[in-house]
């Protein structure tokens, strides 16, 4: 079955950096855009950054516009999220999300798996 | 980018009795070609991640029980529990999928038994 494993979460000093990595399983990754989506302590879900099942494209939210790079490595199954410059408010619950399959439209669709989560805090 | 409002922000519902939940977009959601809805439900319960409950508005997702239902178009949506279980305590969002590149969320809605 489906499986989403996040990891590389941890605590950073404001300013610093930290990848994370997003280990999928149980599907054909490389046919599925992915999603990252973070939710900040008792907070709702951020939607911050997508990239296309070939990697062609990707997109940001302005939050983290400039700051986090969204990757993907298809033949090791794995998505990555590259963030740098980060900010206290960037403190929470790292999520990665799979975009449900479709062969007429690679952006638009629901998020129909989601991993467990990993958590960054960025704290001095 | 389209902003995602819901209300209420809270609902006490007693066990057995229905759960309505409203999600309204800043602009229509109606996607092209395919002339639907591009809305989806999720429900996060405590210390877990999001669940998809619908999509396309008001299509349920393999497996999740029959109590659950969407309705709405263009702006408005409704999200329906008929007959809550305990089980069902959780937080709700509507999230839009119209606006690429922005995804995004309601605020969500907090279900709690009376």
């Given at each position: 079955?489906?499986?989403?494993?996040?990891?590389?979460?941890?605590?950073?000093?404001?300013?610093?950096?930290?990848?994370?990595?997003?280990?999928?399983?149980?599907?054909?990754?490389?046919?599925?855009?992915?999603?990252?989506?973070?939710?900040?302590?008792?907070?709702?879900?951020?939607?911050?950054?997508?990239?296309?099942?070939?990697?062609?494209?990707?997109?940001?939210?302005?939050?983290?516009?400039?700051?986090?790079?969204?990757?993907?490595?298809?033949?090791?199954?794995?998505?990555?999220?590259?963030?740098?410059?980060?900010?206290?408010?960037?403190?929470?619950?790292?999520?990665?999300?799979?975009?449900?399959?479709?062969?007429?439209?690679?952006?638009?669709?629901?998020?129909?798996?989601?991993?467990?989560?990993?958590?960054?805090?960025?704290?001095? | 980018?389209?902003?995602?409002?819901?209300?209420?922000?809270?609902?006490?519902?007693?066990?057995?009795?229905?759960?309505?939940?409203?999600?309204?977009?800043?602009?229509?959601?109606?996607?092209?070609?395919?002339?639907?809805?591009?809305?989806?439900?999720?429900?996060?319960?405590?210390?877990?991640?999001?669940?998809?409950?619908?999509?396309?508005?008001?299509?349920?997702?393999?497996?999740?029980?029959?109590?659950?239902?969407?309705?709405?178009?263009?702006?408005?949506?409704?999200?329906?529990?008929?007959?809550?279980?305990?089980?069902?305590?959780?937080?709700?969002?509507?999230?839009?999928?119209?606006?690429?590149?922005?995804?995004t969320f309601g605020p969500g809605t907090k279900v709690v038994i009376k």
């Open positions: 079955q489906v499986h989403l494993v996040e990891s590389g979460g941890g605590v950073v000093q404001p300013g610093g950096s930290l990848r994370l990595s997003c280990a999928a399983s149980g599907f054909s990754f490389s046919r599925h855009g992915m999603h990252w989506v973070r939710q900040a302590p008792g907070k709702g879900l951020e939607w911050l950054s997508f990239i296309w099942y070939d990697g062609t494209n990707h997109y940001y939210a302005d939050s983290v516009k400039g700051r986090f790079t969204i990757s993907r490595d298809n033949f090791k199954n794995t998505l990555f999220l590259q963030m740098n410059s980060l900010r206290p408010e960037d403190t929470a619950v790292y999520y990665c999300a799979r975009k449900v399959y479709s062969d007429s439209d690679a952006s638009r669709g629901h998020f129909d798996f989601w991993g467990q989560g990993t958590l960054v805090t960025v704290s001095s | 980018d389209i902003v995602m409002t819901q209300s209420p922000e809270s609902l006490a519902v007693s066990l057995g009795e229905r759960a309505t939940i409203n999600c309204k977009s800043s602009q229509s959601v109606l996607c092209s070609p395919n002339n639907k809805n591009c809305l989806a439900w999720y429900q996060q319960k405590s210390g877990q991640p999001p669940k998809l409950l619908i999509y396309w508005a008001s299509t349920r997702e393999s497996g999740v029980p029959d109590r659950f239902s969407g309705s709405g178009s263009g702006t408005d949506f409704t999200l329906t529990i008929s007959g809550v279980q305990a089980e069902d305590v959780a937080i709700y969002y509507c999230q839009q999928y119209y606006g690429t590149p922005g995804f």
